[in-house]
């Protein structure tokens, strides 16, 4: 198995919206989706992520209150439990102290596992559930099986599994006849070694503050220890197609929802007509709070080198921040920037407030509106963000982006100084050392030419050339059809756009 879990994480799909199959993709920490439009490349982004979305609901909802009943239980079970320093992969992300230990549920009571393995279970119920409703809602259908369009095949059913093997970590969520199910395995308890020793303490049932304590610590480590594994779906952010438009509108649409709220005398939910990633999008531009900036160097790079400005959030009186676009000595709101700018602004806002190294960034078509030259440069920005940890998927139509990823493969062979050398990327990115190893990245082709989408894996590596087949034959195509009306033209065939006599 590999020590990196996020290579691991595989996808497969059957029957599922215009999809008729996808086998064994890997997500990795630079996957790319790209084909022909309304192929089914976003339908596999979404679903990632509102899978995220449902396991999040489930972390922050899960009841774990009603199991407080057996709190002394496990707290005592503690006591007689083995406990010891743990040897784990350092991106397991239950603690980053050095002083964690480890407690094995199996070294434990009868009593203690049959609790544990109660919750377990119950927990892989409500996550089931909750990832099913994210699931229907993000896609806007009564069911998961409404979004099953082969009936002519004979599939009436949507099929899909997502799982991750792994040294350490083992689940599987998969929808099957028409319902959708999690297992996982059950992980060590981590503690922090201060809490465990005060769980595995005799406390004076009177010391009703200490108890308490102890049992909003001890509940809160069995729940990470059973979301933890899940890790590698947290975090996700989406970037719709759609976010240009909504950053040139945000302004007016902020100031109209605080002006509905004003005017109905009290606070409370207004819908917003639009679907739910774009909705949840909104969202987390609400969410930015320009009091806590993050320091990611990444995001001044593509300001440098791609918008020759800098993406400012600014108090509002609204409430909510106004993002402007300033460039020496001028600031104008992003509404009034080009759309290059408010297309790339959200990622730079995002990175700059909002996101953090190791989370997932899902960006359909990131080479809109943009120059050739420039979707290389993002391209390089991409890579970039996957050198300093975090994770990019991406749904594409460029070739331009994606013969840059491959020379990005192609050049990690090479020493650091003959990437910035040979590469020439602009005076920015040239001072970053920018590859990307043949198994972070992960590019798939959808191809629908027989009237429903097959994905394949497109292989990249050191000494492959990406060549695009469908753009080399709409360039053939559109060659031919100029070759023709030249011909047309010389055979005297037209004259002032009328036929010859």
Same mark, same amino acid.
């Given at each position: 198995?590999?020590?990196?879990?996020? @290579?691991?994480?595989?996808?497969?799909?059957?029957?599922? =919206?215009?999809?008729?199959?996808?086998?064994?993709?890997?997500?990795?920490?630079?996957?790319?989706? !790209?084909?022909?439009?309304?192929?089914?490349?976003?339908?596999?982004?979404?679903?990632?992520?509102?899978?995220?979305?449902?396991?999040?609901?489930?972390?922050?909802?899960?009841?774990?209150?009603?199991?407080?009943?057996?709190?002394?239980?496990?707290?005592?079970?503690?006591?007689?439990?083995?406990?010891?320093?743990?040897?784990?992969?350092?991106?397991?992300?239950?603690?980053?102290?050095?002083?964690?230990?480890?407690?094995?549920?199996?070294?434990?009571?009868?009593? !203690?596992?049959?609790?544990?393995?109660?919750?377990?279970?119950?927990?892989?119920?409500?996550?089931?559930?909750?990832?099913?409703?994210?699931?229907?809602?993000?896609?806007?259908?009564?069911?998961?099986?409404?979004? /099953?369009?082969?009936?002519?095949?004979?599939?009436?059913?949507?099929?899909?599994? +997502?799982?991750?093997?792994?040294?350490?970590?083992?689940?599987?969520?998969?929808? #099957?006849?028409?319902?959708?199910?999690?297992?996982?395995?059950? +992980?060590?308890? *981590?503690?922090?070694?201060?809490?465990?020793?005060?769980?595995?303490?005799?406390?004076?049932?009177?010391?009703?503050?200490?108890?308490?304590?102890?049992?909003?610590?001890?509940?809160?480590?069995?729940?990470?220890?059973?979301?933890?594994?899940?890790?590698?779906?947290?975090?996700?952010?989406?970037?719709?197609?759609?976010?240009?438009?909504?950053?040139?509108?945000?302004?007016?649409?902020?100031?109209?929802?605080?002006?509905?709220?004003?005017?109905? &005398?009290?606070?409370?939910?207004?819908?917003?007509?639009?679907?739910?990633?774009?909705?949840?999008?909104?969202?987390?531009?609400?969410?930015?709070?320009?009091?806590?900036?993050?320091?990611?160097?990444?995001?001044?790079?593509?300001?440098?080198?791609?918008?020759?400005?800098?993406? @400012?959030?600014?108090?509002?009186?609204? =409430? /909510?921040?106004?993002?402007?676009?300033?460039?020496?000595?001028?600031?104008?709101?992003?509404?009034?920037?080009?759309?290059?700018?408010?297309?790339?602004?959200?990622?730079?806002?995002?990175?700059?407030?909002?996101?953090?190294?190791?989370?997932?960034?899902?960006?359909?078509?990131?080479?809109?509106?943009?120059?050739?030259?420039?979707?290389?440069?993002?391209?390089?920005?991409?890579?970039? *963000?996957?050198?300093?940890?975090?994770?990019?998927?991406?749904?594409?139509?460029?070739?331009?982006?994606?013969?840059?990823?491959?020379?990005?493969?192609?050049?990690?062979?090479?020493?650091?100084?003959?990437?910035?050398?040979?590469?020439?990327?602009?005076?920015? +990115?040239?001072?970053?050392?920018?590859?990307?190893?043949?198994?972070?990245? &992960?590019?798939? &082709?959808?191809?629908?030419?027989? =009237?429903?989408?097959?994905?394949? #894996?497109?292989?990249?590596?050191?000494?492959?050339?990406?060549?695009?087949?469908?753009?080399?034959? $709409?360039?053939?195509?559109?060659?031919?059809?100029?070759?023709?009306?030249?011909? $047309?033209?010389?055979?005297?065939?037209?004259?002032?756009?009328?036929?010859?006599?």
């Amino acid at each position: 198995m590999s020590s990196n879990p996020h @290579k691991d994480l595989m996808l497969n799909v059957e029957n599922f =919206g215009p999809i008729a199959e996808t086998q064994n993709m890997l997500i990795k920490p630079m996957t790319v989706f !790209v084909g022909p439009s309304n192929t089914g490349k976003s339908y596999l982004a979404i679903l990632l992520y509102a899978i995220s979305r449902g396991l999040g609901y489930a972390f922050d909802r899960f009841p774990l209150e009603r199991y407080f009943e057996h709190f002394p239980t496990l707290r005592s079970g503690l006591r007689d439990m083995p406990f010891y320093s743990p040897v784990t992969p350092p991106d397991v992300p239950y603690h980053r102290e050095e002083d964690v230990v480890q407690y094995d549920w199996d070294q434990s009571s009868d009593e !203690v596992q049959r609790i544990i393995k109660s919750i377990h279970r119950d927990w892989l119920a409500f996550a089931s559930n909750a990832t099913s409703n994210s699931i229907t809602g993000f896609f806007d259908v009564s069911r998961i099986d409404d979004l /099953a369009t082969q009936p002519s095949r004979g599939h009436t059913q949507a099929v899909f599994n +997502l799982c991750l093997h792994h040294d350490l970590f083992d689940w599987n969520i998969a929808c #099957n006849n028409g319902r959708l199910e999690t297992k996982s395995r059950i +992980l060590p308890l *981590l503690l922090r070694e201060s809490v465990g020793m005060v769980l595995a303490t005799e406390v004076d049932e009177r010391d009703t503050e200490l108890n308490r304590f102890s049992m909003f610590q001890l509940f809160d480590a069995v729940a990470t220890s059973f979301g933890a594994q899940f890790h590698t779906l947290d975090h996700m952010t989406y970037f719709p197609a759609a976010r240009s438009g909504i950053i040139a509108s945000y302004r007016t649409l902020n100031r109209n929802l605080i002006a509905n709220i004003a005017r109905s &005398g009290f606070e409370r939910e207004i819908a917003i007509p639009y679907n739910r990633i774009v909705n949840d999008f909104l969202e987390n531009l609400l969410r930015i709070d320009v009091r806590d900036p993050n320091s990611e160097q990444i995001a001044e790079i593509i300001e440098s080198s791609l918008m020759n400005g800098e993406i @400012k959030a600014i108090n509002s009186q609204y =409430g /909510a921040p106004e993002f402007v676009y300033a460039r020496n000595e001028l600031s104008i709101p992003l509404s009034r920037s080009s759309s290059m700018v408010t297309d790339l602004a959200p990622i730079v806002l995002f990175l700059k407030h909002f996101i953090r190294v190791g989370h997932l960034l899902i960006i359909e078509e990131p080479e809109a509106h943009l120059h050739p030259a420039a979707q290389q440069k993002v391209a390089a920005a991409l890579a970039l *963000l996957v050198r300093s940890g975090f994770r990019v998927l991406i749904t594409t139509h460029s070739h331009y982006m994606v013969e840059q990823i491959s020379d990005f493969v192609a050049a990690s062979n090479l020493s650091p100084e003959k990437r910035r050398e040979l590469l020439r990327l602009g005076p920015v +990115l040239e001072e970053e050392d920018i590859y990307l190893n043949e198994d972070e990245v &992960g590019v798939y &082709g959808f191809d629908n030419s027989s =009237g429903s989408t097959i994905v394949k #894996n497109i292989p990249f590596d050191e000494s492959f050339a990406y060549v695009p087949e469908d753009h080399n034959q $709409a360039l053939t195509e559109q060659f031919n059809r100029n070759v023709r009306i030249m011909r $047309a033209q010389q055979n005297g065939h037209s004259v002032n756009g009328h036929d010859a006599e």
